[in-house]
């Protein structure tokens, strides 16, 4: 079997570390969490940052104890079996379109406030618009006439 290049430096682990443990929540949820807390919006970050830490560490040292490709799914195939490796990445790959569904449709709810189109259709067309985007830019990269690749 091939052995996957170690090209990815410091920053760019630190930035997929950020963006994976921030998800869409403070996308979707800081205007309401501000109108809830008030003042102590501060105290919210920090318990969250916290938590975040706490995470950041967690996934530093199974990492370091697992040097494998796969994440997530390689730390519970290991821990606990093949079968549940396989239903942890099924799931965090659905946690992926959630995610991405859940910013659409917060993006939506403050562009559909802005200037006064129905959500459904605001998310929908800003879906739609990033799909197109991504089969675009794919297209580019493989040099292909083809939107997707199977290999």
């Known amino acids: 079997m091939a052995e996957l290049r170690r090209t990815l430096g410091l920053a760019e682990c630190v930035f ?15 205007g309401k969490v501000a ?12 318990i969250a940052s916290m938590s975040a830490l ?37 799931t965090i790959s659905l946690n992926g379109i959630i995610s991405g569904a859940t910013v659409a449709i917060g993006f939506a709810g403050y562009l559909s406030e802005l200037i006064g189109i129905n959500l459904l259709v605001s998310a929908m067309g800003i879906i739609i618009v990033l799909f197109w985007s991504e089969c675009t830019w794919h297209q580019r990269i493989f040099n292909s006439q083809y939107y997707f690749h199977f290999n």
């Open 54 to 90: 706490f995470t950041a560490f967690s996934y530093a040292e199974l990492s370091a104890a697992f040097p494998k490709a796969g994440g997530e799914y390689e730390y519970a195939k290991k821990a606990f079996g093949k079968k549940t490796g396989v239903f942890l990445g099924l």
């Open 35 to 46: 109108g809830v807390s008030g003042n102590l919006i501060w105290l919210s970050f920090f």
């Open 16 to 30: 997929f570390g950020v963006g994976s443990i921030l998800g869409a929540g403070i996308y979707t949820l800081i």
